[in-house]
């Protein structure tokens, strides 16, 4: 009996009831997600029905069809269902502006990635604390971190942009909290440890991740909430994270101050007491100590005029002694944004189906537009038919000015993303973003470092370490100001138009070697000046490239799937950062030891020799291990002899300024996506203009890719 029963219900496909106390295993869609909980059956008030975390459907599937069963949640779906795609959607009425505080708070926080240039020289003096040592890292192996980050972010862009479209802000901004707050976290550890891979993996790995997810969650949500200003609600969403740095170079610095203990100090160099400073078979500054050949680092004024006079002095300090404060600033960065994050997250709402704001064009001042049946003509005819929701898609932007010259027509029509990846306009468009983005982000990696070696020898009483982190968060104003400016300003030039005038970076950039070589030969404010406004418009360029871009996506491709395709083409943002600030580092590699020669041959060997305990023979064993340094050969270079320094990125801008022409040309060539083309990769439609269609409803999922 018992047997037959089981049987029958293994035909089924279902389970035993209670009372015959057999429970088969439910059917594949039905297992490993949350499921329904029958409040009718056990007396308790139901969290809303078919609800799971990620966006899914009761049975895991959003095709599949609905089953309730009798599964209590637990404690840990109770706490993840504020983050679900149902638990966000705003109800009708809402007010739209409520939305901008929650991706500010985001943004915001994992914006703080502009403002890595303020570790890179603390990050190659973890060991010597006041100045490199031979075992700290060259800042060719510090800079990439950064580019590691952006690729990680063009890796979870491209991935995980349908993936975002279908869970919602909410669950993406909370992913990203965890992504970006735990990577700080294994960073600080890495700095610690004096690990470089743990860098990579933290900031680099998990950081770029986080960054991925919070960048993208709130941008196709606030398009979907602001369809009649798509220009200007991606400079909303975008803003904020131009403008992270704004508050993250500050509290970088303050927190390193706070975290910084100084070095063992052995004594100065030529006072009685202090032991004797050698050079060894590697090339290190040692001394003896109890027996024992330790290895040190000379401080001259150079150095020390990097950090407070209470703290630090002209001397020969034990590697190893000290802390630069970085971990301990990561370590506390960590816990901060986590926080930051959630709260923001949770201030995320999704819009209600057929969402239209009120008096945005194209929906004639109501939500509803005539069926078919009106449209044949007569008031009875009227009457019978059925109102169409006017979809947020089907709302035609404002147009460009005619006199500004031939720009885009906004699509309406929507391909998905894999089908976007079809045409050619997305390779030029990601070509034209790559290309413009790589000068703003190269002066972004590596700005406070530049701005101290083009200016700090010709000018320190003007440059120093204050004033260059103010430079950072300087460029990060910048950034912010392009991102809102320049989305908004491309609602009345159009998105091509707007994307030409960010062109003309390369000029800018070909001026920075003019004004670095001004400075070196007569020494005054008005090249620093030039420099400082000449980079600030080139970082508001870069803000503008990507705060324009989604806007420019839905104009190509329609808005239905901004977010999938945005994802995609951000794998662009990684290419830039790819490109740009390793190039620099192997170019500026370069320049240096070009620089580090002319010096040497200027200089008298029996000095050399006296001062670095090696003949000059041995110049690239003594850089390899820090001992020898430009401003060290200065010291024993003829009078008058020029500091090399400021012209160390001369090839780097020359190199931005040839690949933003490239992107121009990108540009030039993009044009709307022709109609046979959408007709072939079968391109949605919006139900306005398809009347005889029912209204569709926004699940947040993406349509399925098609074949042509």
Same mark, same amino acid.
Not at 95 to 124: C, D, H, K
Not at 408 to 425: C, G, I, K, V, Y
Not at 670 to 679: A, C, E, G, R, T
């Given at each position: ?12 496909? $279902? ?20 499921? *329904? ?34 599964? @209590? ?8 269902? /504020? ?43 973890? *060991? ?15 800079? /990439? ?16 942009? @349908?993936?975002?479209?279908?869970? &919602? ?13 735990? &990577? ?19 900031? &680099? ?18 398009? @979907? ?80 005029? @990097? ?17 630069? $404060? ?36 194209? =929906? ?7 069926? /078919? ?13 059925? =109102? ?10 404002? *147009?460009?000015?005619?006199?500004? &010259?031939?720009?885009? *027509? ?112 007569? /020494? ?42 945005? $994802? ?131 699940? $947040? ?8």
């Amino acid at each position: 009996m018992l047997r037959s029963r089981v049987r029958t219900l293994v035909r089924a496909g $279902g389970r035993a009831s209670a009372t015959g106390r057999v429970a088969l295993r439910q059917p594949r869609q039905q297992r490993g997600h949350y499921r *329904q909980w029958d409040s009718t059956a056990h007396g308790q008030a139901s969290l809303p029905a078919g609800r799971c975390f990620l966006g899914t459907s009761a049975d895991g599937d959003a095709d599949a069809p609905q089953a309730a069963t009798a599964a @209590k949640p637990g404690l840990l779906q109770h706490a993840l269902y /504020p983050f679900t795609r149902e638990a966000s959607v705003a109800p009708e009425g809402f007010n739209r502006w409520l939305v901008v505080p929650g991706s500010f708070l985001v943004q915001l926080s994992i914006g703080s990635v502009y403002a890595w240039s303020i570790f890179n020289e603390p990050l190659t003096r973890l *060991q010597g604390v006041i100045a490199p040592a031979s075992g700290d890292w060259a800042l060719s192996s510090v800079v /990439p971190i950064f580019s590691a980050c952006a690729v990680t972010l063009g890796i979870c862009t491209f991935t995980l942009g @349908k993936w975002a479209e279908r869970v &919602g802000p909410r669950a993406v901004a909370a992913t990203a909290a965890l992504c970006w707050s735990s &990577g700080l976290l294994v960073t600080g550890v890495g700095c610690m440890t004096h690990t470089l891979p743990l860098l990579y993996a933290g900031y &680099g790995a998990l950081g770029g991740a986080g960054w991925a997810l919070g960048y993208i969650s709130p941008v196709s949500n606030l398009i @979907k909430w602001f369809p009649d200003r798509r220009g200007l609600a991606s400079g909303m969403a975008l803003t904020a994270f131009g403008g992270g740095a704004v508050i993250a170079t500050p509290l970088n610095e303050w927190l390193m101050r706070k975290n910084f203990v100084p070095p063992q100090l052995v004594g100065t160099v030529g006072e009685p007491g202090c032991p004797a400073v050698f050079t060894d078979e590697a090339g290190r500054r040692v001394v003896e100590l109890a027996g024992e050949v330790k290895e040190v680092v000379v401080a001259g004024a150079s150095e020390v005029g @990097k950090f407070s006079a209470e703290l630090v002095e002209q001397g020969v300090y034990l590697v190893g002694t000290g802390d630069s $404060g970085a971990a301990g600033a990561f370590m506390t960065l960590s816990a901060g944004y986590l926080v930051t994050m959630l709260f923001g997250s949770l201030l995320n709402r999704v819009p209600p189906a057929n969402y239209v704001p009120a008096g945005a064009a194209g =929906a004639a001042g109501a939500a509803t537009a005539p069926g /078919p049946a009106a449209a044949a003509g007569g008031a009875a005819a009227a009457a019978a038919s059925a =109102a169409v929701p006017v979809a947020a898609e089907a709302i035609v932007p404002p *147009q460009p000015k005619a006199w500004l &010259g031939p720009s885009l *027509q906004p699509s309406e029509r929507s391909l998905d993303a894999d089908s976007a990846l079809r045409t050619r306009q997305f390779y030029l468009l990601w070509a034209a973003c790559m290309g413009s983005a790589v000068a703003g982000v190269t002066v972004i990696s590596s700005a406070k470092t530049i701005m101290s070696d083009c200016f700090a020898t010709s000018l320190p009483a003007i440059v120093t370490g204050g004033f260059a982190a103010s430079y950072v968060a300087a460029l990060s104003a910048a950034n912010m100001a392009g991102r809102l400016g320049w989305a908004s300003a491309s609602d009345v030039l159009g998105r091509k138009n707007a994307y030409f005038a960010l062109a003309a970076g390369a000029p800018l950039c070909l001026s920075v070697p003019l004004l670095t070589h001004w400075v070196s030969d007569a /020494p005054s404010a008005a090249p620093l000046v030039l420099f400082f406004g000449a980079t600030w418009v080139v970082v508001s360029f870069y803000g503008g490239v990507f705060s324009v871009l989604p806007a420019y996506i839905a104009d190509l491709f329609g808005q239905r799937n901004v977010g999938a395709i945005h $994802g995609r083409m951000l794998t662009a943002w990684s290419g830039a950062a790819l490109t740009g600030p390793p190039l620099l580092g192997w170019l500026r590699g370069r320049s240096y030891t070009q620089a580090l020669e002319d010096l040497a041959a200027k200089v008298d060997p029996a000095a050399f020799s006296d001062r670095f305990g090696a003949p000059l023979e041995r110049l690239h064993d003594l850089a390899a291990a820090k001992t020898v340094t430009i401003s060290r050969l200065l010291e024993l270079a003829p009078p008058g002899t020029p500091d090399p320094t400021p012209t160390l990125y001369d090839t780097t801008m020359y190199s931005m300024a040839g690949i933003l022409a490239a992107a121009a040309l990108a540009n030039a060539a993009i044009s709307n996506v022709p109609p046979d083309v959408l007709d072939r990769l079968k391109a949605w439609t919006p139900p306005a203009l398809e009347p005889n269609k029912p209204a569709e409803q926004d699940t $947040g999922r993406q349509p399925a890719a098609r074949d042509s």
